[in-house]
């Protein structure tokens, strides 16, 4: 259940959400149910002092599946595509990966450590 904030100086187009959501189900291998994302565009934001270029500001937070090996694969995956959709220089991209502990997220009333024990 990732969970994914980004930020940009940028206006995104009206696709981006579904787009993005397909790109991250794929590359998290997980299915575009389990995401959550929130986007914030046209937000005052700079690198440097200076915001003249597209800066992209990414949170992502997961149970299980960010550790040290898997982040490269994921920053590179995910920084390509940003490139891409957005026209955002590579080095103007910083991605922020937070394990979450199951027994802290809530989800459907519950917490996602109890709902992992009842698939047993």
């Known amino acids: 259940m990732p969970i994914v904030k980004l930020y940009t100086n940028?206006?995104?187009t009206e696709n981006f959400a579904k787009d993005f959501t397909t790109f991250l189900s794929t590359t998290l291998n997980k299915p575009n149910?389990?995401?959550f994302i929130i986007i914030k565009?046209?937000?005052k934001l700079?690198?440097?002092g200076e915001s003249d270029d597209r800066i992209v500001v990414l949170e992502l937070?997961?149970?299980g599946i960010i550790n040290n090996t898997s982040n490269v694969g994921f920053s590179q995956a995910i920084t390509n595509y940003l490139t891409q959709a957005i026209?955002?220089?590579p080095e103007k991209v910083?991605?922020?990966f937070a394990l979450l502990d199951p027994g802290f997220v809530g989800k459907s009333g519950t917490t996602v450590e109890?709902?992992?024990k009842s698939k047993q």
Request: charged residues 35%.
């Open 87 to 89: 026209d955002v220089k």
């Open 61 to 63: 937070k997961a149970v």
């Open 10 to 12: 940028h206006k995104v």
């Open 94 to 96: 910083i991605i922020d």
């Open 33 to 35: 149910s389990s995401i």
């Open 114 to 116: 109890e709902m992992q």
């Open 46 to 48: 700079t690198v440097g």
């Open 41 to 43: 565009d046209q937000e």
